[in-house]
């Protein structure tokens, strides 16, 4: 038996990210800002559905079995639409890997999102991270003590409303907002507040990049499905090595000797909120964030070298350089095409549906006991439940049946109206079920089961929608 002598895991090492200037964290503060403002806003958008529906933009109705999305209202029928929305969504993080490695990772995530707000808080709070390495090498100081607290409460602050925002998508959010505040609002409520204020705590506050590396699947994922043509942050080795110091380098280049661009600083190190050494090349805690090649930029103006030592770039240019060949780009490809086209056809079908689909629909029933009664007059009568779905206003459908020639309809405590049709009145966004009894005289019985539709109508507007099944006659 193999005896394993040392520890089964390596213990964290706690990760000081250095704030950064640049056009990477530009891109992140604006995603930042934008991304929680529709997170934290979104809820309190109105949006005007005419009388007896809710004025919220976004709006997750369990209650009434309803999702609405400012002008688009789903009902549960309707539950394909969010499969499609998976399959758009998971062709677009596919395409997202296939153009740029883990970008998902380093610019849109939530744990990214919320981990940088938290470090925001936290330089502001405790200092920049050499400030941060000296208050923890100091121990519990007052200073740390009182900063400490004030960066927690912060914290607690941002998770707090993060969970009552997340709540504030299940009901109207102004209404709830106040039954929170006065104790009035669902238990349910408080319970998934404070779970979501644990989680973002936990997450953003605490856990941070171990989420990355260890919690998170799509790592995995990811390194199967990219190639040597995703773009990916890579640090050059042909400009990089060897490494010197700034005067060692000017040195060798006046005897004419190799001197790389890279001076050792360790900046790539400091910012990388994972604490990845980018020269090492791509590893699992690597986000694809590029704080490291702000940082390394900003060294090269300083030290008077070109930029983009650090870079988005393939595995294949990265063989190429060394070489002494020129780079080349291959981002439309056959994988990107396919990703495309499949997010392209998708959005495609749904859009179609969604533009034509009706306002209305209609499902039917066919009694099972018994399949048909016998009249005195030798007629038969087959009963059936009808629902009627109503998605827009209050309106009055009719009732028709076509395949069976001669046929009566009724329905219990209705009377036909004077055109002889029989017409049933369905609430603004309600369902009605009803039943119908067909019969057909015994001069009329087909010899078999007859197909049949059964279609409901507005006189209105002509709109239309039917539903299929059988008339079954006597077997005697």
């Known amino acids: 038996?193999?005896?394993?002598?040392?520890?089964?895991?390596?213990?964290?090492?706690?990760?000081?990210?250095?704030?950064?200037?640049?056009?990477?964290?530009?891109?992140?503060?604006?995603?930042?800002?934008?991304?929680?403002?529709?997170?934290?806003?979104?809820?309190?958008?109105?949006?005007?559905?005419?009388?007896?529906?809710?004025?919220?933009?976004?709006?997750?109705?369990?209650?009434?079995?309803?999702?609405?999305?400012?002008?688009?209202?789903?009902?549960?029928?309707?539950?394909?639409?969010?499969?499609?929305?998976?399959?758009?969504?998971?062709?677009?993080?596919?395409?997202?890997?296939?153009?740029?490695?883990?970008?998902?990772?380093?610019?849109?995530?939530?744990?990214?999102?919320?981990?940088?707000?938290?470090?925001?808080?936290?330089?502001?709070?405790?200092?920049?991270?050499?400030?941060?390495?000296l208050s923890d090498k100091r121990g519990w100081t007052s200073t740390h003590?009182?900063?400490?607290?004030?960066?927690?409460?912060?914290w607690l602050m941002i998770a707090w409303w993060t969970g009552g925002a997340w709540v504030l998508y299940f009901a109207d959010a102004p209404t709830l907002v106040k039954d929170l505040a006065t104790f009035q609002a669902p238990f349910i409520a408080y319970v998934w507040i404070a779970i979501l204020t644990a989680t973002t705590y936990t997450f953003a506050g605490h856990a941070r990049e171990q989420v990355c590396i260890y919690m998170c699947p799509w790592p995995r994922i990811q390194a199967a499905l990219t190639d040597e043509w995703a773009l990916n942050v890579t640090y050059?080795?042909?400009?990089?090595?060897?490494?010197?110091?700034?005067?060692?380098?000017?040195?060798?280049?006046?005897?004419?000797?190799?001197?790389?661009?890279?001076?050792?600083?360790?900046?790539?190190?400091?910012?990388?909120?994972?604490?990845?050494?980018?020269?090492?090349?791509i590893q699992l805690g690597c986000i694809q964030?590029?704080?490291?090649?702000?940082?390394?930029?900003?060294?090269?103006?300083?030290?008077?070298?070109?930029?983009?030592?650090?870079?988005?770039?393939?595995?294949?240019?990265?063989?190429r350089r060394q070489a002494g060949k020129p780079p080349i780009y291959r981002l439309i490809r056959p994988r990107t095409v396919l990703y495309a086209a499949i997010i392209a056809a998708v959005g495609g079908l749904m859009l179609y549906t969604l533009t034509t689909r009706s306002s209305m629909d209609v499902n039917v029933l066919h009694d099972r006991n018994p399949l048909f009664v016998l009249l005195s007059d030798g007629g038969v009568r087959?009963?059936?439940?009808?629902?009627?779905?109503?998605?827009?206003?209050?309106?009055?459908?009719?009732?028709?049946?076509?395949?069976?020639?001669?046929?009566?309809?009724?329905?219990?405590?209705?009377?036909?109206?004077?055109?002889?049709?029989?017409?049933?009145?369905?609430?603004?966004?309600?369902?009605?079920?009803?039943?119908?009894?067909v019969q057909l005289k015994s001069a009329l019985l087909p010899p078999g089961p007859v197909p049949i539709e059964i279609r409901a109508t507005d006189p209105a507007t002509g709109e239309a929608a039917d539903a299929q099944d059988h008339f079954i006659p006597s077997t005697q």
């Open 289 to 319: 964030c590029g704080l490291c090649i702000d940082a390394c930029d900003n060294i090269m103006r300083e030290i008077g070298r070109p930029t983009g030592l650090i870079g988005y770039d393939t595995d294949i240019n990265g063989q």
């Open 145 to 154: 003590v009182r900063q400490s607290v004030t960066k927690h409460f912060i």
């Open 1 to 133: 038996m193999t005896t394993i002598e040392g520890p089964l895991y390596e213990a964290r090492k706690k990760v000081y990210p250095q704030a950064v200037h640049g056009k990477f964290r530009r891109i992140k503060w604006a995603i930042l800002v934008f991304a929680l403002g529709v997170y934290y806003l979104l809820p309190f958008v109105r949006w005007n559905r005419g009388p007896g529906l809710p004025n919220q933009a976004v709006l997750v109705d369990f209650q009434h079995s309803r999702f609405y999305f400012f002008f688009i209202e789903l009902w549960p029928q309707e539950v394909y639409y969010f499969t499609g929305l998976l399959i758009i969504a998971a062709m677009t993080l596919f395409l997202m890997n296939a153009v740029a490695g883990r970008v998902w990772c380093g610019y849109l995530c939530p744990q990214t999102v919320w981990t940088d707000l938290f470090y925001a808080v936290e330089r502001l709070v405790e200092g920049d991270r050499r400030e941060r390495m």
């Open 382 to 437: 087959n009963n059936y439940t009808v629902r009627i779905l109503n998605k827009g206003p209050k309106r009055t459908f009719t009732l028709g049946v076509s395949g069976l020639k001669g046929a009566e309809l009724h329905i219990p405590g209705t009377e036909p109206g004077a055109d002889g049709k029989l017409a049933v009145e369905v609430g603004q966004d309600q369902t009605r079920e009803i039943r119908l009894s």
């Open 236 to 281: 050059r080795l042909d400009r990089g090595e060897p490494r010197v110091s700034v005067k060692k380098a000017e040195q060798l280049r006046l005897q004419g000797e190799p001197a790389g661009d890279c001076i050792d600083c360790h900046q790539c190190i400091n910012v990388c909120p994972t604490g990845v050494d980018i020269r090492e090349g």
